[in-house]
């Protein structure tokens, strides 16, 4: 089982960023996909989440209106798409899969993403 994130890196505030998470060795479809990320000395938080039957999302408050969560189940892929990137946003961030029936869970190895003022 793998979950690759990609696409972190250094940004000017107000920029954008989209990171990817390629899931393999697992039914894709059939996990509910989240992103999270953690910040220095912070506790890892809930960044945005996509079920997979309704592709229903849920996001942080702090991430509404900016970051853009979705999934492409024929690529095992999750995408956040990220805008109007703010200093209080960077963080590493994880990739984050889950089956709510079996529980079963997985976690990638995060990228950073780290947004200059």
């Known amino acids: 089982v793998q979950l690759v994130e990609s696409g972190g890196g250094l940004v000017q505030l107000g920029g954008s960023l989209r990171l990817s998470c390629a899931a393999s060795?697992?039914?894709?479809?059939?996990?509910?996909m989240s992103w999270y990320r953690q910040a220095p000395g912070k506790e890892r938080e809930l960044v945005a989440a996509?079920?997979?039957?309704?592709?229903?999302?849920n996001y942080a408050d702090s991430v509404k209106g900016r970051f853009t969560i979705s999934r492409d189940n024929a690529e095992n892929t999750v995408y956040l798409q990220m805008n109007n990137l703010k200093p209080e946003d960077t963080a590493v961030y994880f990739c984050?899969?889950?089956?709510?029936?079996?529980?079963?869970?997985?976690w990638g190895q995060g990228t950073q993403v780290t947004v200059s003022s």
């Open positions: 060795g697992f039914t894709f479809s059939s996990y509910a």
């Open positions: 996509i079920v997979s039957a309704s592709s229903t999302t």
């Open positions: 984050y899969a889950i089956n709510w029936i079996t529980k079963s869970d997985y």
